[in-house]
């Protein structure tokens, strides 16, 4: 059984910086990780993602160059370091995985590739 459980949302000021962090629980050494996010009223929307054989990083083009998505398999944990954050950057973030045989599904309606998914951690930039 697969757990996701995210850390690290605040709020933030216009160019600040934060760290999100997903522990993992479960056996998920080959699954794709990804960070997706949600602002009300908005479609969820993939931000990175992680492929769990090779380490493919695919980003959202507005996030590119800003974030950078991470993992560290001996912790069982997946990162999100998101650099001068925006206020269009303010979501509710999730954590989510699947086996997905090396695809990092990231486009429109991806979040339906994935499975397990975390409860969310909330980043609000003013």
């Known amino acids: 059984h697969v757990q996701l459980v995210e850390s690290g949302g605040g709020s933030v000021q216009t160019g600040g910086s934060l760290r999100l962090s997903c522990v993992i629980s479960?056996?998920?050494?080959?699954?794709?990780m990804a960070w997706f996010r949600q602002a009300p009223g908005k479609q969820r929307e993939g931000v990175a993602s992680?492929?769990?054989?090779?380490?493919?990083?695919r980003y959202e083009d507005s996030v590119k160059g800003r974030f950078t998505i991470s993992q560290d398999k001996s912790k069982n944990e997946v990162y999100l370091q998101m650099r001068s954050l925006r206020p269009e950057d303010s979501a509710m973030y999730y954590c989510?995985?699947?086996?997905?045989?090396?695809?990092?599904?990231?486009?429109?309606?991806?979040?339906?590739?994935?499975?397990?998914w975390g409860q969310g951690t909330q980043v609000t930039v003013s």
């Open positions: 479960g056996r998920t050494s080959n699954y794709c």
């Open positions: 989510a995985g699947d086996l997905l045989q090396g695809a990092t599904p990231l486009g429109p309606d991806s979040w339906r590739d994935y499975g397990y």
């Open positions: 992680i492929s769990g054989n090779r380490g493919r990083i």
